[in-house]
């Protein structure tokens, strides 16, 4: 039996079919964003581009960015994205790990452990 659930991001009822989380409308609008996000960040002349200006630009925010980048929808830009460090605050590359922290941070913590 089919499953009728609110979006997440509008509030509209939808039949959800694998587990979805938005409606039809809404995802399709996000993937228009994921796509223009890609495309500005593999056509800037910028040798890295902050994750913060790239929120910035496209007005999301920073949770729904990491949920996006950890279903992949980053992956061919990542490499190109820099954030900072959960633990200093210096600048890293996002290059496609889960890791965020610098590598003098994730030395720190890992000696601790």
Do not use: H, W
């Not at 809404?26 to 790239?54: A, F, G, H, R, W």
């Not at 820099?82 to 720190?108: R, Y």
């Amino acid at each position: 039996m089919p499953n009728v659930v609110n979006c997440k991001k509008c509030g509209a009822l939808f039949i959800q079919n694998n587990k979805k989380e938005l409606c039809d409308k809404c995802l399709e609008e996000q993937n228009k964003i994921i796509s223009d996000m890609n495309s500005y960040v593999i056509n800037s002349p910028e040798e890295t581009i902050p994750v913060e200006k790239l929120l910035e630009k496209f007005q999301m925010n920073r949770k729904e960015f990491d949920n996006l980048y950890f279903a992949g929808k980053f992956v061919r830009v990542a490499k190109k994205l820099t954030i900072k460090c959960a633990k200093c605050g210096q600048e890293v590359l996002l290059d496609g790990s889960s890791n965020f922290l610098c590598n003098s941070c994730a030395k720190k913590l890992q000696n601790q452990i």
